[in-house]
């Protein structure tokens, strides 16, 4: 069944996260351990969290989603969502996820207004530039399969400005097939300060 504990990890997907993953090109493991970062107490996202989150990745009208949180299958026609019954049932769904799912999803995305809602698509481009897209991902892999024999490394350095800990950054890049080691951090604040 669907509704199996997943967590941010590597674990099998359920069907709507694998469906999520097709049609959004997201990487979904990635996409949760993004959103567990964003929340306080590091609570995990319920199977049912993680079911409306990744049909919603899936375009999905909330009533579908509705029905197929409760019935766990697509309706076969219009007529089985266009009653009361499923307009009462995407109401409460809509205001308990705007509760959780929403909530995580506008705080990772550091969106401060309380009335902005973002479209799913704009959170769909917002996880693909943090890496969690599919394809990059893969593309990523294949250049670390490629890397050349002699192991050569080039020295760079580049500045990151963000909220993340260089054991974070470390780490996604890592994931995505770059072996980097960072030596030395600056904070640019504290040095313009001195100045």
């Not at 979904?28 to 306080?40: Q, T």
């Not at 949180?69 to 266009?82: G, V, Y």
């Not at 097939?177 to 904070?187: A, E, F, P, S």
Request: proline residues 3%.
């Amino acid at each position: 069944m669907s509704d199996r504990v997943l967590s941010a990890t590597n674990e099998e997907l359920c069907s709507e996260c694998q469906e999520a993953e097709k049609q959004s090109k997201l990487d979904i493991s990635c996409v949760l351990k993004e959103l567990a970062s964003a929340r306080k107490n590091k609570i995990s996202l319920s199977p049912k969290d993680r079911r409306y989150l990744c049909l919603c990745l899936c375009g999905y009208d909330i009533k579908i989603i509705a029905y197929r949180l409760a019935r766990s299958k697509m309706p076969e026609n219009i007529k089985e969502i266009e009653n009361a019954e499923y307009h009462r049932k995407a109401n409460i769904l809509k205001a308990d996820m705007s509760k959780r799912v929403h909530f995580w999803v506008k705080q990772r995305m550091d969106i401060l207004d309380g009335s902005y809602k973002p479209r799913w698509p704009e959170v769909i481009d917002f996880f693909k530039k943090l890496c969690c897209n599919r394809e990059a991902t893969k593309q990523n892999l294949n250049l670390k399969e490629n890397k050349t024999e002699n192991n050569n490394f080039n020295r760079f350095m580049f500045l990151i400005e963000g909220d993340r800990s260089p054991e974070e950054i470390n780490r996604v890049l890592k994931e995505a097939g770059i072996n980097v080691k960072i030596k030395r951090l600056v904070n640019i604040q504290e040095e313009n300060e001195e100045q």
